[in-house]
């Protein structure tokens, strides 16, 4: 991509633009790219989806698979397309388990772990610059240049590395699920221009640096998955919540006799706390304590009982 010349913002100004998408539950975040992939090993066909790459804040980052695997089978279903491991990934939710049958170097591999949680608020700090008629957007969070032809549509995506390179992607050849990991929020920071473009048409802003937040809220309408498999309780209380050490009173009480698991995970799926064989029939407390090193941020507290589960956030400040 050519040298972007120096550019003076006339206008500096600060705009906070807010819209949402609804979801039900809190869906599990398994934090891969897949794409679509088959090979012919030695003569035996392997089909399923390739691992393109491994997001930090996912579940997977802290697991043996690794980039370019291939996952044959997905909790017991065979992969052949990407689509199966997306709507296999629609019925789980934070905290559950999930099993990964994966191709590499000529072994198969299997692999349990917990899912976890994306985050729900995205936060894109913008520039705006024009060049020969073109908008570029650029977002400076992950150094991510978006350019707008003069119809407004994007043609261009491309992003500085750490070695100071520039890798560049035609959109008006390569399609959207195509992208690599650098840009597959693409959508999101397109609408993101779309509206603040909008937003400063109406207003006649002319301001060139923006700071656009994007927030999911939550449903309250459980699926009717979420219906069959939810636990109520008689009692479920955190207190205090939010914590500002680690430490909290559960209290806990369910009609049923069997004994209960109770999980806490953090937002990647790894378990932080947890306690087995639990008798919640009769009226249960206990004061849980992570330790004053606990990361802040949401943690998800998970009691199972007799194949269904309950489960509330702890948010530690």
């Known amino acids: 991509m050519r040298v972007l010349n120096c550019f003076k913002f006339l206008l500096a100004v600060t705009i906070f633009l807010v819209f949402s998408s609804v979801y ?6 398994l934090g891969i790219s897949i794409k679509d992939f088959s090979l012919d090993n030695n003569g035996n066909p ?9 997001f930090d804040d996912g579940a997977a980052k802290n697991t043996a ?7 044959t089978h997905i909790n017991g279903l065979t992969v052949h397309k990407r689509e199966t491991v997306l709507a296999e990934l629609a019925k789980l939710q934070w905290g559950d388990e999930v099993e990964l ?3 590499r170097e000529g072994g198969y591999y299997t692999i349990k772990f917990n899912l976890g949680y994306k985050k729900i608020t995205k936060t894109y700090n913008m520039s705006k610059m024009k060049d020969n ?3 570029i957007w650029q977002f400076k969070d992950d150094n991510t240049l978006l350019t707008l032809d003069e119809a407004g549509n994007a043609v261009e995506i491309s992003r ?3 070695d100071n390179t520039t890798e560049s992607i035609d959109l008006t050849q390569v399609g959207t699920a195509e992208l690599p990991q650098y840009f597959l929020d693409y959508s999101d920071k397109k609408q993101a221009v779309d509206i603040v473009k909008i937003k400063q048409t109406e207003s006649g802003s002319k301001a ?17 998955t979420q219906q069959e498999t939810e636990l109520n309780l008689n009692n479920f209380s955190i207190s205090p919540n939010p914590t500002i050490d680690g430490s909290f009173n559960l209290g806990l009480q369910s009609t049923q006799k069997a004994t209960a698991t109770i999980q806490i995970f953090d937002i990647t799926g790894k378990i932080v706390w947890s306690k087995q064989n639990v008798s919640i029939e009769d009226a249960y407390s206990e004061k849980v304590d992570l330790g004053k090193n606990i990361a802040k941020g949401t943690y998800l507290i998970q009691v199972v009982q007799g194949g269904k589960k309950a489960t509330k956030k702890l948010l530690v400040q």
Do not use: H, M, R
């Open 24 to 29: 039900a539950g809190e869906p599990g975040y």
């Open 46 to 54: 392997v089909a399923g989806v390739q691992v393109v790459n491994i």
């Open 65 to 71: 698979l690794k980039e370019n695997d291939i996952i």
């Open 101 to 103: 049958v994966y191709f």
């Open 133 to 135: 008629g073109k908008e």
């Open 160 to 162: 500085k590395t750490a």
């Open 208 to 224: 060139n640096e923006v700071v656009f937040i994007k927030t999911v809220k939550e449903s309250g309408t459980p699926t009717q």
